[in-house]
């Protein structure tokens, strides 16, 4: 027997799952390990895996979503049993809602010894179902190899997903595995010829208002070029979805409208269509039911089209449809580079917007989490230097933070679409009550030394919930009702947090402050927190006429309620 085959046959299954994962180009793991998980740790040395501890489930799981946005393949995460799975839950929720791909190796208790359901054993597969598309308990060592093969076919093509492997301890220990390699063989079926022929003769036809909704792989460039050429040759408006995945904008390409968050907004938006295309993602909804709303937001007498099913080649079938339209030599209309002025005065979310705009670099990745504090980033950010923005996906908060590490690790590691390696900095735009899901995520920025600068919007309030308080009509909402949305009684102190980790921090009440502050973390490599106190956008009469500006805005005319819609949520 040779000495290579013995050994391949020495390797235990934690070295041979390790491989596999390498092998397929998965060289980022972001880990929360346990006992159950020490024979993959021991496995990392002498491995081309570079392993990232995270001090909390949740911060690992939104690590390594933000990381597949940026790189465009899995990361993978190690979480300790079942309960480490569920802590890290909400961000698996916002990746599968995001449709990245990811790769969760699972530790679990010993074959052997989970009939004694000691105090650690749990149904890992019924918590895993949530939010995997492949989920599989590896029987044996001599398997591990083959089946994490499998988790990272499945994780990588399309439609891009998640898989949970559940690894054994004496799975992981004993010896007998295997790496086995992956077949990442990309998927290039496109839209039906038919089909395309269907929705060109609809771009083309006269006189009937369309619009175009784009959502999660047609927000980079090459979808973004296309769908502006159609948009010159048949004159059909770009939206883009609520929440996409990976938004690439700023100057040098074109611009796309996002879909409002509030319901009767996106109704405005949406008003007077007669058919809307749709370029993967799904038909508007309203996020949640209102008594007497409605959910679907489509208008009633518009027709909808699906150009591409999610196991499609989305870029290719929409780039199929320039040609359809014949608007393969038309130039798209770009945005042209227009930073606004720095502000100045007492601070608000809308000024720090409008310094993002001002001072961010060429590259930068917006993590954004600012949910009412942000309203203004889409207008001052339009005509900024080019850059990406990630946003909150699955609606359940607690992302920012973690989607900011990943980013900044698949930003600077020369993965990505970037023709060559450019250094990218990470802002990280969060609310107060946000940033407190996943504060651990400190910890990690300064432990890996990321450039990421953490802006904490702090309104000291759950702003959105006072919102929906408001709009969802609750009856009899007092003192009581409203101190569970209230953070002021006891402030939080961002910047004790940030410098008891050794984060550069500091607090700042106005724009010039905010500018200075802004400007300096940018400059310096490195993390950096900036605690902005700022108002809560809406707060006062101002809170208590928004649900009647939103239930009239419906009733009055086009564009009135669109300039009344842009001046409210631009």
Same mark, same amino acid.
């Given at each position: 027997?040779?000495?290579?085959?013995?050994?391949?046959?020495?390797?235990?299954?934690?070295?041979?799952?390790?491989?596999?994962?390498?092998?397929?180009?998965?060289?980022?793991?972001?880990?929360?390990?346990?006992?159950?998980?020490?024979?993959?740790?021991?496995?990392?040395?002498?491995?081309?895996?570079?392993?990232?501890?995270?001090?909390?489930?949740?911060?690992?799981?939104?690590?390594?979503?933000?990381?597949?946005?940026?790189?465009?393949?899995?990361?993978?995460?190690?979480?300790?049993?079942?309960?480490?799975?569920?802590?890290?839950?909400?961000?698996?929720?916002?990746?599968?809602?995001?449709?990245?791909?990811?790769?969760?190796?699972?530790?679990?208790?010993?074959?052997?010894?989970?009939?004694?359901?000691?105090?650690?054993?749990?149904?890992?597969?019924?918590?895993?179902?949530?939010?995997?598309?492949?989920?599989?308990?590896?029987?044996?060592?001599?398997?591990?190899?083959?089946?994490?093969?499998?988790?990272?076919?499945?994780?990588?093509?399309?439609?891009?997903?998640?898989?949970?492997?559940?690894?054994?301890?004496?799975?992981?220990?004993?010896?007998?595995?295997?790496?086995?390699?992956?077949?990442?063989?990309?998927?290039?079926?496109?839209?039906?010829?038919?089909?395309?022929?269907?929705?060109?003769?609809?771009?083309?036809?006269?006189?009937?208002?369309?619009?175009?909704?784009?959502?999660?792989?047609?927000?980079?460039?090459?979808?973004?070029?296309?769908?502006?050429?159609?948009?010159?040759?048949? #004159? +059909?408006?770009?939206?883009?979805?609520?929440?996409? =995945?990976?938004?690439?904008? @700023?100057? &040098? $390409? *074109?611009?796309?409208?996002?879909?409002?968050?509030?319901?009767?907004?996106?109704?405005?938006?949406?008003?007077?269509?007669?058919?809307?295309?749709?370029?993967?993602?799904?038909?508007?909804?309203?996020?949640?039911?209102?008594?007497?709303?409605?959910?679907?937001?489509?208008?009633?007498?518009?027709?909808?089209?699906?150009?591409?099913?999610?196991?499609?080649?989305?870029?290719?079938?929409?780039?199929?449809?320039?040609?359809?339209?014949?608007?393969?030599?038309?130039?798209?209309?770009?945005?042209?580079?227009?930073?606004?002025?720095?502000?100045?005065?007492?601070?608000?979310?809308?000024?720090?917007?409008?310094?993002?705009?001002?001072?961010?670099?060429?590259?930068?990745?917006?993590?954004?989490?600012?949910?009412?504090?942000?309203?203004?980033?889409?207008?001052?950010?339009? #005509? +900024?230097?080019?850059?990406?923005?990630?946003?909150? =996906?699955?609606?359940?908060? @607690?992302? &920012? $933070? *973690?989607?900011?590490?990943?980013?900044?690790?698949?930003?600077?590691?020369?993965?990505?679409?970037?023709?060559?390696?450019?250094?990218?900095?990470?802002?990280?735009?969060?609310?107060?009550?946000?940033?407190?899901?996943?504060?651990?995520?400190?910890?990690?920025?300064?432990?890996?030394?990321?450039?990421?600068?953490?802006?904490?919007?702090?309104?000291?309030?759950?702003?959105?919930?006072?919102?929906?308080?408001?709009?969802?009509?609750?009856?009899?909402?007092?003192?009581?009702?409203?101190?569970?949305?209230?953070?002021?009684?006891?402030?939080?102190?961002?910047?004790?947090?940030?410098?008891?980790?050794?984060?550069?921090?500091?607090?700042?009440?106005?724009?010039?402050?905010?500018?200075?502050?802004?400007?300096?973390?940018?400059?310096?490599?490195?993390?950096?927190?900036?605690? +902005?106190?700022?108002?809560?956008?809406?707060?006062?009469?101002?809170?208590?006429?928004?649900?009647?500006?939103?239930?009239?805005?419906?009733?009055?005319?086009?564009?009135?309620?669109?300039?009344?819609?842009?001046?409210?949520?631009?």
């Amino acid at each position: 027997m040779s000495n290579s085959i013995m050994s391949i046959r020495k390797n235990n299954g934690a070295k041979a799952l390790i491989k596999t994962l390498t092998n397929a180009g998965i060289n980022t793991c972001f880990t929360n390990p346990g006992t159950s998980e020490m024979h993959f740790v021991a496995a990392l040395d002498n491995s081309d895996m570079r392993a990232v501890l995270c001090l909390f489930e949740g911060v690992a799981t939104g690590a390594a979503d933000g990381y597949a946005r940026i790189a465009n393949k899995p990361a993978a995460t190690l979480l300790h049993l079942g309960c480490g799975l569920g802590n890290g839950l909400a961000n698996l929720h916002n990746a599968r809602k995001a449709r990245v791909p990811m790769v969760n190796i699972i530790g679990d208790h010993a074959l052997y010894h989970k009939q004694y359901d000691a105090p650690l054993e749990s149904d890992i597969e019924t918590v895993a179902r949530n939010v995997s598309s492949w989920i599989r308990t590896c029987p044996s060592t001599e398997q591990v190899g083959a089946d994490v093969a499998e988790a990272i076919e499945v994780a990588h093509k399309a439609p891009q997903q998640i898989s949970t492997l559940i690894l054994p301890a004496d799975v992981s220990w004993g010896e007998g595995g295997i790496a086995a390699e992956a077949d990442l063989s990309p998927v290039t079926d496109i839209a039906a010829a038919t089909l395309i022929k269907q929705i060109s003769a609809v771009l083309l036809t006269r006189g009937k208002k369309t619009a175009i909704l784009l959502g999660r792989r047609v927000l980079l460039e090459d979808g973004l070029i296309a769908a502006s050429k159609i948009s010159e040759k048949t #004159g +059909a408006k770009l939206f883009c979805e609520v929440f996409p =995945t990976r938004l690439e904008r @700023g100057a &040098g $390409l *074109p611009y796309v409208e996002r879909i409002a968050y509030l319901a009767e907004m996106a109704a405005v938006q949406l008003r007077g269509y007669e058919h809307l295309i749709i370029i993967d993602t799904q038909e508007p909804v309203s996020f949640f039911a209102y008594p007497g709303k409605k959910s679907y937001l489509v208008p009633s007498k518009c027709s909808v089209h699906h150009l591409v099913g999610i196991e499609q080649d989305a870029v290719g079938s929409l780039q199929a449809l320039v040609e359809a339209v014949g608007a393969g030599d038309v130039e798209p209309k770009c945005q042209p580079a227009d930073r606004p002025a720095l502000p100045s005065g007492k601070l608000n979310a809308a000024k720090v917007c409008q310094a993002v705009g001002a001072l961010m670099p060429e590259n930068a990745i917006i993590s954004d989490e600012a949910q009412t504090s942000g309203l203004k980033l889409p207008i001052y950010t339009a #005509g +900024a230097p080019r850059h990406d923005v990630l946003t909150l =996906t699955g609606g359940a908060i @607690g992302q &920012g $933070l *973690p989607v900011a590490i990943g980013a900044a690790i698949a930003g600077n590691d020369g993965e990505g679409t970037t023709a060559e390696k450019v250094h990218r900095s990470v802002i990280a735009l969060v609310g107060d009550g946000s940033a407190m899901y996943t504060i651990q995520s400190l910890w990690t920025m300064m432990n890996e030394n990321l450039d990421v600068t953490v802006v904490i919007l702090n309104n000291r309030s759950y702003a959105i919930l006072n919102i929906e308080l408001e709009r969802v009509g609750a009856q009899g909402a007092g003192p009581k009702a409203k101190s569970q949305l209230d953070l002021s009684k006891t402030p939080i102190d961002f910047v004790a947090m940030a410098k008891g980790m050794g984060m550069p921090a500091e607090t700042v009440t106005t724009a010039e402050a905010f500018n200075d502050a802004l400007a300096r973390a940018i400059r310096e490599p490195g993390p950096h927190l900036i605690d +902005a106190i700022v108002p809560s956008e809406y707060e006062g009469l101002k809170l208590k006429f928004l649900p009647h500006v939103l239930s009239a805005i419906g009733k009055i005319p086009s564009p009135i309620a669109k300039a009344l819609k842009k001046k409210l949520a631009p």
